[in-house]
């Protein structure tokens, strides 16, 4: 392997990780506060993608800057996670929260499959394409390489942008302290006055819009497909448990461990690609199966 | 200003509390007694509405069962629950603060209220910026009472604040609600106690719960 190659697979493995981490970041946050594993994060993320696409293309069908597909992405993201995740948590997993977990997932499994064919009827079969964005970042040479702007500066800065406004978030601010309260006792902050029905939607609806945005800005690099949703969340939910479920900051370092494996394995040993993350996932839980920043006991997010 | 009127509890469908009745006036101090698993607690938190519960319950005239549980407090009604249940995310100053926080109050009148609990629980001032997963759990209780008397300015729910604590430290715990009666004269006071004894010198009517209904409801004979 030349050092060329292992350039590549870096830059590769580190946009991949970025999108990645947006994803299961949300995923993970979702189960830090609600204790809910929400399979229908993978169809949030491939929804996000597809309104993207539709929005950008409008955009630059109807002759405006092609910069403006950047807060297309962004307005995209932000409407399907707070009308379609504000929608499934009033109308479904409001009253669901003290239910079997088992229920749960079943539940969010079958939203899944709904809002899969849902995606069909509105989007079709066909690949969708909207790489504007890229194309008009155009290229950077990083470590002897031409790659792509968007993919090696823009998607890991949007990553770090998230990480560091969700930590600030959860820790200086009024929400974010009572997202913290109700997390470790939803009754001791019921009795101090904490809304706990509206911390569980503020959560869900932030966790969905993190999806989402995961795949608005998956959008200008991946031909939108049907099942991306299905892979998405499969390999989301590998970052989160990888990193212990509720983890935000372990499922940064997980994704960029499991993406830029991935893509080493894409050069070195393209067989076990597919199998790369699991594989991660495998190792880390039988050696710590609470994940690698998972604590024992406390659900802490 | 609280009165129940043949009200029954149940958790999880479990029925605990059955055809409760009483009511408490202002400036009252009222112990409620009993053997663990009589349903001290489950009244508490009856009162702070975490349970099914049927029959009438007001609180300064108001039906209290309509209030969500979450405006409850707002009511100016503060619960320190037996297990102190404190956030272990945030130092102590912050357990203190945080229902004034999520009240949305005023910097002044979160001010006037946290110099009302530094009057009560001098001790807090010097624990403020620790951990609160760190503190032991006598020093915890008094967090609790703290973080409770944020909002309480009608009624005050503690549950069993006596249990488990060292003696030094519930004579420093009782000194401390005498504080707390001295400012706030009018406040109402609920305690639960499995010993009687402990709160007759203290609280001038005690109620006996005996398997999830009232026994006996007596003014104390003040002997001290």
Redesign the interface.
């Known amino acids: 392997m030349t050092m060329n190659i292992a350039a590549l697979a870096l830059l590769d493995g580190l946009a991949y990780a970025s999108l990645l981490f947006l994803v299961a970041v949300g995923l993970t946050l979702i189960f830090g506060v609600l204790g809910i594993l929400n399979v229908a994060h993978g169809s949030l993320y491939a929804i996000g993608a597809y309104a993207t696409a539709t929005l950008g293309q409008w955009l630059v069908a109807q002759g405006f800057n092609p910069w403006l597909t950047f807060p297309g992405m962004i307005v995209a993201a932000v409407a399907v996670g707070v009308l379609l995740g504000g929608l499934i948590e009033r109308l479904l997993l409001q009253r669901i929260y003290s239910k079997d977990p088992v229920l749960q997932l079943l539940v969010t499994f079958a939203v899944f499959m709904i809002l899969e064919n849902l995606q069909r009827m509105i989007w079709g079969v066909q690949p969708y394409f909207m790489s504007t964005p890229l194309t008009v970042l155009g290229n950077v040479r990083l470590l002897g390489i031409n790659y792509t702007a968007y993919q090696v500066l823009f998607l890991p800065a949007a990553a770090l942008v998230v990480l560091f406004t969700l930590r600030y978030f959860l820790r200086h601010t009024n929400m974010g302290a009572q997202i913290l309260a109700v997390t470790e006792d939803r009754e001791a902050a019921t009795a101090i006055g904490i809304n706990a029905s509206r911390v569980y939607f503020m959560t869900f609806v932030i966790g969905a819009c993190f999806a989402a945005l995961g795949g608005a800005l998956a959008t200008p690099t991946t031909s939108l497909v049907t099942g991306m949703g299905a892979n998405m969340i499969v390999l989301s939910f590998a970052v989160a448990a990888t990193a212990g479920l509720g983890q935000i900051e372990g499922a940064a370092i997980s994704a960029l461990i499991i993406g830029i494996a991935r893509s080493f394995a894409v050069y070195l040993s393209p067989e076990i690609e597919v199998i790369m993350p699991y594989l991660i996932m495998v190792l880390v839980l039988l050696v710590r199966p609470n994940g690698l920043f998972g604590k024992e006991t406390v659900r802490k997010i | 200003m609280l009165a129940l009127s043949k009200v029954d509890a149940s958790i999880n469908n479990i029925p605990i509390l059955r055809d409760i009745s009483f009511t408490v006036g202002p400036a009252e101090t009222v112990a409620l007694v009993g053997r663990n698993g009589a349903g001290k607690t489950t009244l508490l ?1 009856t009162i ?3 349970t099914t519960c049927h029959g009438e319950m007001r609180f300064e005239g108001a039906d209290l069962r309509a209030v ?4 409850r ?2 009511l100016g009604i503060g ?1 320190a ?1 037996e297990d102190r ?1 404190l ?4 130092t102590i100053t ?1 357990n203190i603060l ?2 004034a ?4 109050l005023g910097e002044t009148e979160t001010a006037s209220r946290l110099e009302r609990v530094y009057h009560v629980l001098p001790e807090l001032r010097d624990l403020g910026p620790r951990p609160a997963g760190s503190v032991s759990g006598g020093q915890g209780k008094m967090v609790a009472l703290g ?1 409770a008397l ?2 309480s300015s009608r009624l005050l729910l503690l549950d069993e604040p006596f249990q488990g604590l060292a003696p030094v430290l519930a004579q420093r715990y009782a000194e401390a609600l005498g504080r707390l009666r001295e400012i706030d004269p009018t406040l109402a006071i609920i305690i639960t106690e499995s010993n009687p004894e402990l709160l007759r010198s203290f609280a001038s009517r005690t109620i006996t719960v005996e398997r999830g209904q009232i026994d006996s409801d007596a003014s104390n004979e003040r002997t001290t």
């Open positions: 938190r702070m509405g975490f969500d549980p979450h405006r407090p707002g619960y629950p249940r956030f272990s995310r945030f912050q945080l229902p926080q999520v009240a949305k973080r944020m909002l």
